[in-house]
């Protein structure tokens, strides 16, 4: 699976941005999908993920209530809708794929990677 995320950029404190990521390769509702961020000088870490059929999605305590993940498997696209942004949500997001369970944080268990896209938040 080849990933391609976008859909970053500045914005400012209580802000929204819907990130995007498109799939391609093997097919796209075989697969469960997460969202990972990375801050800099900071450990990767998960966001949120959803399953292959988009009827289950789990997410970090930090998000909950302000990101929400999605998919479209006839676009084979998810998307993350972030809204009430914070300057501590300032990172490069990652898009991942497993062929695994949707319902895991380690970012060890996803198989496939996109090449990130940053959002900046501005206090």
């Known amino acids: 699976v080849q990933l391609q995320a976008s859909g970053g950029g500045l914005v400012q404190t209580g802000g929204s941005l819907r990130l995007s990521c498109a799939a391609s390769?093997?097919?796209?509702?075989?697969?469960?999908m997460g969202w990972f961020r990375q801050a800099p000088g900071k450990e990767r870490e998960f966001v949120a993920s959803?399953?292959?059929?988009?009827?289950?999605?789990y997410s970090a305590d930090s998000v909950k209530g302000r990101f929400t993940i999605s998919r479209d498997n006839a676009k084979n696209t998810v998307y993350m809708q972030m809204n009430g942004l914070k300057p501590e949500d300032t990172a490069v997001y990652y898009c991942?794929?497993?062929?695994?369970?949707?319902?895991?944080?380690?970012?060890?268990?996803?198989?496939?990677w996109g090449q990130g896209t940053l959002v900046t938040v501005s206090s």
């Open positions: 991942a794929a497993t062929a695994g369970s949707y319902y895991t944080s380690r970012s060890g268990d996803y198989d496939y």
């Open positions: 390769g093997r097919s796209f509702s075989s697969v469960a």
């Open positions: 959803i399953s292959r059929s988009g009827s289950s999605t």
